[in-house]
């Protein structure tokens, strides 16, 4: 099965540090996502990857930025948090590019608290 | 703009009941139909996937159907036990790329 790991399950950072999200899949993906998920607002794609060091803007992109140096792995960075971005992180990955015939999946997530 | 809507946003049922879950969507171009279990706290795990080419998908106690013509899946739990109780998402790949979720419908089962 492929699996989406996520490198913390809770974080809590203080307002203005730089906060990164690790997300590793291990069935050589092109395809990989970060969302958000709030009460109320559902998830909110902030950005994606189709391939090594390609990156494009989700819904969301503001105050995030997104780095793949390898295949396997995207990384969320924070530049500088603030509590406004609270929330539950959700990574994913797909095999295909638009096509996408087999369908996403998701890590377990990473809930962040930012005090 | 793809949007996708589902009803309803909360259920609660007694054991053994089987249900049905709706989901819909605002535009018929998408690549496939994907359904998510959420249990609290935890990220997505994928139930059924139905390419656009299918009318519907089989797993256990679950199925799946998708009409694209009609903009609407439905995800059904056959005899639902207290283990169902979870938040049920849908969501569509749409002609972009994207994956775009609806808000989910949360199951409680009552043994």
């Known amino acids: 099965d492929v699996k989406v790991t996520q490198s913390s399950r809770y974080l809590v950072k203080r307002t203005g540090e730089k906060v990164f999200l690790e997300c590793v899949q291990d069935?050589?993906?092109?395809?990989m996502f970060w969302y958000r998920q709030d009460p109320g607002l559902g998830l909110r794609l902030i950005y994606f990857?189709?391939?090594?060091?390609?990156?494009e803007k989700g819904d969301i992109p503001e105050g995030y930025s997104v780095s793949r140096e390898k295949k396997e792995r995207f990384s969320l960075i924070l530049e500088s948090a603030s509590t406004n971005q609270t929330s539950m992180y959700l990574c994913?990955?797909?095999?295909?590019?638009?096509?996408?015939?087999?369908?996403?999946?998701f890590g377990s997530g990473t809930r962040l608290t930012v005090v | 703009k793809q949007e996708v809507t589902q009803i309803p946003a909360a259920l609660s049922v007694p054991e053994g009941e089987n249900l049905v879950l709706n989901c819909s969507f605002t535009?018929?171009?998408?690549?496939?139909l994907q359904w998510f279990r959420q249990d609290p706290g935890k990220g997505l795990t994928s139930l059924l996937l139905?390419?656009?080419?299918?009318r519907e998908q089989t797993s256990g106690r679950l199925n799946a159907s998708l009409d694209k013509s009609s903009g609407r899946s439905t995800l059904y739990i056959a005899a639902s036990q207290p283990g169902d109780s979870a938040t049920y998402l849908c969501?569509?790949?749409?002609?972009?790329?994207?994956?775009?979720f609806g808000q989910g419908t949360t199951l409680q089962v009552k043994p």
């Open positions: 139905i390419q656009s080419s299918q």
């Open positions: 990857s189709y391939d090594v060091k390609m990156k």
């Open positions: 969501a569509v790949v749409s002609n972009t790329g994207k994956l775009i």
């Open positions: 994913a990955s797909s095999l295909t590019d638009r096509a996408n015939n087999y369908g996403y999946t």
């Open positions: 535009d018929s171009a998408i690549y496939n």
């Open positions: 069935m050589d993906h092109e395809n």
